[in-house]
């Protein structure tokens, strides 16, 4: 199946602002679905509240667009209901790991079958430019302006601690890189998280002095390097990028089927 095949093209051009790092993640879901050769009719993609949220929108699957932060929840609801379908579920950082971080954990200790894509860019760039899980120590935004105090989350540390079979992390730069880091997401049998490291020239970089979109771009491909590289060892504040985490256990739904199965025989 063609590319454009998977998109509405009825509702481009997209709402995101110039700049915006979540187009790119669009484009490279969008050629892992391809390149895996899904029907669309087999997928269903939910997402919450958010501008990462959008992305549901734009592609021609069956869609979900849940309240903010619960995406996982209607998504386990989805799987559970159907396993046979693949569930795609795009979330902004807040909606993971913020109103949506319980939902998060527990589905990564579940190890329920769907991919969760968290892409970070951030801040809360739908409502105004607030602070999120994500933001870190000394950031600037909307409700802090005199900068932030919290420490940030680790979403690679964060899914690993919690149990998840597949973790990764990619940005909106690395073009190639991030349809197949995708790709083997939604080939995993597991529950899949990959953080996408996504710009907001509108307000993260606007409010912390962080020059154009290109320039944002730029500091994506400067900033991280390979799991394990040598620029790592040399300069230990790059952050990292790949995947971390890939292993095999019992997957939620098959274990349940289990459970109906003795439970119809009885024993």
């Not at 709402?15 to 997928?43: M, Q, S, T």
């Not at 849940?66 to 209901?81: C, T």
């Not at 060892?233 to 995947?243: A, F, T």
């Not at 274990?255 to 119809?264: G, H, V």
């Amino acid at each position: 199946m063609a590319v454009k095949e998977y998109i509405r093209e009825r509702f481009f051009p997209h709402i995101w602002c110039p700049g915006c790092g979540h187009g790119v993640v669009l484009g490279g879901l969008v050629r892992a679905v391809e390149a895996i050769g899904l029907k669309k009719n087999d997928i269903v993609m939910v997402s919450g509240i958010g501008c990462s949220s959008r992305i549901v929108g734009y592609m021609d699957f069956h869609t979900l667009h849940a309240i903010h932060g619960r995406a996982l929840a209607f998504a386990v609801g989805v799987k559970m209901s159907r396993p046979e379908l693949t569930l795609l579920v795009p979330m902004g950082d807040g909606d993971a790991l913020s109103i949506g971080g319980n939902h998060f954990i527990h589905a990564c200790r579940r190890n329920i079958d769907m991919t969760a894509i968290v892409m970070n860019n951030k801040v809360y760039g739908m409502t105004g430019g607030q602070y999120s899980p994500l933001s870190g120590y000394g950031t600037m935004a909307t409700t802090a302006p005199y900068t932030n105090i919290d420490q940030e989350f680790d979403v690679v540390n964060i899914a690993t601690a919690a149990g998840a079979t597949f973790v990764a992390r990619t940005t909106s730069y690395h073009v190639q890189q991030l349809p197949e880091v995708l790709e083997e997401a939604i080939r995993h049998k597991g529950f899949s998280v990959v953080e996408v490291m996504s710009p907001c020239p509108t307000y993260y970089g606007r409010k912390n002095k962080e020059g154009s979109a290109v320039d944002m771009m730029e500091r994506l491909k400067n900033t991280t390097t390979p799991i394990g590289s040598k620029a790592k060892r040399e300069n230990p504040s790059l952050i990292e990028r790949g995947v971390f985490v890939k292993k095999e256990m019992p997957e939620y739904c098959a274990e349940y089927q289990k459970i109906i199965e003795r439970a119809m025989k009885g024993n």
